[in-house]
């Protein structure tokens, strides 16, 4: 299996309802915006808790790996992403990025969610660089080919759509609104 990337772990084996929300609250508090929790517990209510949870506080809850009795849940700090403004002026929708992946056009699609975020569920054939290491492995791309740049809203794809533009990058364009309304196929953990 695909080892998940997170920033902090929180022990909630062990522990009964309410117990794993306090604990991961209390970590979350601490954790920098954007950043992946791993949340492992062993009561199986934790699920169901833990996205009720981030989605009434605006975190973002990736996904539940199941490992033995270890509920292993992902969750990614809220940064208050879909307030900022698009800057990027290519921009298409997933409809339309759908169809150059239909007609097998030459792209390449980057996702730069978290590496947690894109385990879970991403467009086949994607590259994974997560925004914060897009400086460091801007080599890993070619200048001179068509990207299609993705995340979870449009936010961090427009970011690293305006970082690809800077560095030379000639053919880049940011897809909205992204990975948290693509209808079409997807590889995932399942």
């Not at 309802?17 to 979350?28: D, E, G, Q, S, Y």
């Not at 975190?59 to 208050?80: C, F, M, N, P, S």
């Given at each position: 299996m695909e080892t998940i990337k997170f920033d902090q772990l929180v022990d909630a084996k062990g522990l009964a309802?309410?117990?794993?929300?306090?604990?991961?609250?209390?970590?979350?508090n601490e954790?920098?915006?954007?950043?992946?929790?791993?949340?492992?517990?062993?009561?199986?209510?934790?699920?169901?808790?833990?996205?009720?949870?981030?989605?009434?506080?605006?975190?973002?809850?990736?996904?539940?790996?199941?490992?033995?009795?270890?509920?292993?849940?992902?969750?990614?700090?809220?940064?208050?992403?879909?307030?900022?403004?698009?800057?990027?002026?290519?921009?298409v929708n997933n409809e339309e990025l759908q169809g150059k992946l239909t007609n097998n056009e030459d792209i390449v699609v980057l996702d730069v969610r978290e590496s947690a975020e894109f385990a879970f569920n991403h467009i086949p054939g994607a590259r994974s660089i997560p925004l914060g290491e897009l400086?460091?492995?801007?080599?890993?791309?070619?200048?001179?080919?068509?990207?299609?740049?993705?995340?979870r809203t449009g936010s961090r794809s427009d970011l690293a759509a305006q970082k690809l533009t800077d560095a030379g990058f000639a053919h880049v364009i940011n897809v909205v609104p992204g990975m948290s309304e693509w209808n079409s196929q997807t590889d995932n953990l399942n």
């Open positions: 309802c309410p117990m794993p929300i306090v604990r991961t609250k209390k970590a979350m954790l920098d915006p954007g950043r992946v929790l791993e949340v492992q517990a062993t009561d199986k209510g934790s699920t169901a808790d833990i996205k009720a949870w981030t989605q009434s506080t605006g975190h973002q809850y990736i996904g539940t790996v199941e490992e033995g009795d270890v509920l292993k849940h992902y969750l990614r700090k809220a940064t208050g992403e879909e307030k900022e403004e698009k800057k990027h002026p290519h921009v400086e460091n492995r801007l080599n890993e791309l070619s200048k001179d080919t068509e990207i299609y740049v993705v995340c």
